[in-house]
DNA sequence: ATGACTATACAATATAGA
């Protein structure tokens, strides 16, 4: 199982680079995010004719999910079960006896602002709904744009980030109380000592100078994590025309699952 | 420098992103 994610800042504008990214790659799994696309508009005969089968949960302009996979796509929930969002930012479907969980967590703008106490209620909604989920013994990913970065490894500058959006103690709070469930990040888990990024600003020539963020994450539940083989960020997508602000972080498994039913991941 | 880019909605700017 070769699973991906991909925050693509509008999938109108990014379709045909999904489209070579699909082929170069050939996921079995692609979680995307910020697709701008409402549901009627989704293109899902163009994957449909690629292979992939697609969830979506999208809106007009602003936020929007979805997940791409080869395999059957299974029991699909849509936003948090339980918390009233206007925003569509949460899909999720089991995939191969794995329960993927795609997320486009809140920017927060600014500590102390009406955006950042959204994020703060948005991250204990769902991780209230992740532990229902019961990571400790069942196999579930939990992928996205989280605007959160770890640790100081995954800011280009920690020094003058400190304490500041996508670093904050209250916010990494909230990504440890995930970690907390049972989650690992793959990312990190595979590579302990790198400073890579999945995202870089489009101002400044930031991506030129390598001045990014790694916030983009997958995170495996603990059953999966001895199928875990490797996780790498493809920085390719981020040097194209047009290109996303974000570039794909790769997660692969592999392996017979212990729990539940003794399956083996595709 | 409340800037710099980019996308969207909408028609000259405004909101949002990270």
């Not at 693509?8 to 170069?24: A, I, P, T, Y």
């Not at 479907?93 to 106490?117: H, M, S, W």
């Not at 989280?146 to 670093?167: E, H, K």
């Not at 489009?202 to 199928?227: C, H, T, W």
Request: glycine share 6%; hydrophobic share 30%; proline share 7%.
């Amino acid at each position: 199982m070769k699973l991906a994610t991909w925050n693509v800042n509008s999938l109108k504008v990014r379709l045909e680079q999904v489209q070579h990214w699909l082929v170069d790659n050939s996921p079995d799994c692609l979680c995307l995010q910020e697709t701008k696309t409402t549901n009627e508009d989704f293109p899902h005969s163009v994957f449909t004719e690629m292979g992939y089968n697609s969830l979506y949960n999208g809106q007009k302009t602003y936020n929007g999910v979805a997940i791409l996979s080869k395999h059957p796509v299974k029991d699909p929930v849509y936003d948090i079960p339980g918390y009233d969002d206007h925003q569509k930012r949460v899909v999720s479907a089991d995939i191969g006896g794995i329960r993927v969980v795609n997320c486009y967590i809140p920017n927060g703008q600014d500590l102390g602002t009406e955006k950042f106490l959204y994020k703060m209620e948005w991250l204990a909604a769902l991780t209230k709904y992740l532990e229902t989920l019961h990571p400790k013994d069942h196999p579930v990913i939990v992928t996205g744009d989280f605007n959160i970065a770890p640790t100081d490894l995954d800011l280009w500058d920690p020094d003058g980030m400190r304490d500041q959006i996508f670093c904050s103690k209250d916010e990494r709070d909230h990504l440890q109380r995930i970690f907390d469930l049972g989650f690992s990040d793959c990312f990190r888990q595979d590579n302990p000592e790198v400073r890579q990024y999945s995202w870089w600003d489009y101002r400044q020539g930031m991506f030129r100078q390598n001045k990014g963020l790694r916030i983009d994450l997958v995170l495996a539940s603990a059953p999966l994590k001895e199928v875990h083989r490797r996780s790498f960020i493809d920085p390719a997508p981020r040097k194209s025309e047009r290109p996303s602000d974000h570039t794909p972080v790769i997660s692969e498994f592999s392996g017979p699952l212990k729990s539940p039913g003794n399956t083996t991941i595709p």
